[in-house]
């Protein structure tokens, strides 16, 4: 991906169980995971989590959990913004959400429709980024899989934060060149987390899937607005930069080698929507 400009466009190169693929940690023997529990009906993290109530299984072997740290770091954001035929039904919230960058945090809008283009680097300035908003253009189908993967390629080469990628679509997915599982592989090799925002339902299982596999959280703004209200709904930012900066890290004794299945749960009798991701 092509940096240092700050507006026009750039093209961007086309490069409550959950089971995922550990990566191991040789330096400490232990492996660290990135573990993100959610309350759906509200979408507020679920705090006071201990080791105790995790449970790790390695193909079926149970694991021991030695600790679940609780933290809330800065993030570094890249909003993929869709700008397809579709767009205009979520463009509205995009303002909402750059709002909510802290201070230390940097974001980068990247705008996708049959390509993927980068309108601003990442910068700590709302203003630049609201200014470069306000210049995208709407039109063609939008490739939800290929924008997200070849933001995670090319994207977070300067990051100095948790690495989010907050996708804002309307819902709707084209015929994208790559898969599902490709997205994912690639968002745990580097260590990124997404977290899809959309309207329609249509795309439901792709989006938690893509959230589940890889530590983030997915937000359905119909859901929302049930939950909550229209009023709520259409400002949903605070709600998901909370999520976006809580997670928890889970350190479980000895390498889990790549290739070997993990599965996660959290011990609770109330649904929650439990992510992972190998630190």
Partial sequence: MKRGGTTG???IAWLAAISLWAV?????????????????????PVLGLNAADFSVFEDRAPKRVDSAEF????????????????????????????????????MALVAFHSSADLIQDFTSSRELLSRALGSVK????????????????SGFGNSS????????????????????????RLARR??????????GG????????????????SFNIRDMQKASGK??????????????????????PGNLSLGEKVRIEVRRPEKLFVSALPE
């Fill in 24 to 44: 191991p940690s040789f330096v400490n023997a232990a492996t660290r995971i990135v573990v993100t529990v959610v309350e759906p009906k509200s979408g507020k």
């Fill in 190 to 199: 580097n260590g990124v987390s997404i977290f899809p925002v959309y309207v």
């Fill in 161 to 184: 934060f948790r690495r989010t990628i907050l996708l804002l679509t309307a819902g709707l997915e084209g015929d994208s060149r790559v898969r599902e599982q490709d997205v994912v």
């Fill in 71 to 106: 933290v809330t770091p800065a993030v570094d954001v890249m909003l993929l913004l869709d700008t397809s035929l579709a767009g205009p039904a979520v463009a509205p919230l995009a303002g909402n959400l750059i709002a909510q960058l802290g201070a230390k945090e940097q």
């Fill in 202 to 217: 249509r795309e439901r299982a792709m989006f938690d899937l893509l959230a589940r596999q890889t530590g983030g959280a």
């Fill in 138 to 153: 709407f039109g063609n189908t939008p490739r939800v899989l290929d924008a997200v993967y070849a933001a995670i390629d």
């Fill in 9 to 11: 466009s750039t093209p």
């Fill in 231 to 252: 009023e709520a709904a259409a400002q949903p930012g605070p709600v998901i930069f909370e999520i976006l900066r809580a997670h928890y890290v889970l350190t479980v």
